[in-house]
């Protein structure tokens, strides 16, 4: 049985001391091991998330890191950075990382093989625009995007990461893919994993979904067989709302 996970993508969102405050009040709600949380702060807050961490279950992710160990890449952050401050998991490949920072698979595919050389757990992030889904080309992008970012990998890495399908057209939006459509594509990622990765990686990684996740439509999204849990935006940043949303998928 694959563990749900539930990770709050912040963005720029949250000062440190917001942060902080967040984790605190989080910690007092997130009880039972049922469902891993996890939190994404800002590059800023990282270090003060994870000593507020300390002696919780939830994990500390980051939003982005480089592949190289360090050098002249001015602006950027290292795996060894992140692993040194106690981060599990980290973001790559979001879609408004590939929009606005012109990243690609074949840079996202170095992020993760970098991630994995640190013992960071990547949550890796496919998805498709509108115009793409209204064209009928959804499975083709996201196959591309998944085989693009697991290029090389061997069958046991990919089955300790996690995959993030979310739909461009959804994120921020208010839109969500229905339950349906949602463990559709999933189930199609699981089916790519297995024909290039073979079955029991398909069966171990862990495919969230992402985009407009809320309290109110966690547990029927969740309730899918190939929804291993959420990539949650705009909801994580209040407690009320990420806590809802980890209640709802016990």
Known sequence: MRQIII???WKMHKTVAEAVSFVEELKQKNHG???EAVVCPTFTALAAVAEAL???NIALGAQNMHWET???YTGEISPAMLKELGVKYVILGHSERRQFFGETDQGVNLKVKAALAFGLVPIV???ETLE???AGTTEEIVTLQTEGALK???PEQVAGLVIAYEPIWAIGTGRTASDEDAQQVNQSIRQVIAQRFGSAAAEAVRIQYGGSVKPGNARGLMSQPDIDGGLVGGAS???EDFAGIIENCR
Do not use: I
Request: glycine fraction near 16%.
């Open 7 to 9: 990770a709050g993508n």
């Open 33 to 35: 091991t049922e469902v």
């Open 54 to 56: 300390k002696g919780s």
């Open 70 to 72: 360090q050098g002249a």
């Open 125 to 127: 992030c496919v998805g």
């Open 132 to 134: 793409q889904r209204e």
């Open 152 to 154: 090389d990998l061997t």
């Open 237 to 239: 940043l209040k407690v």
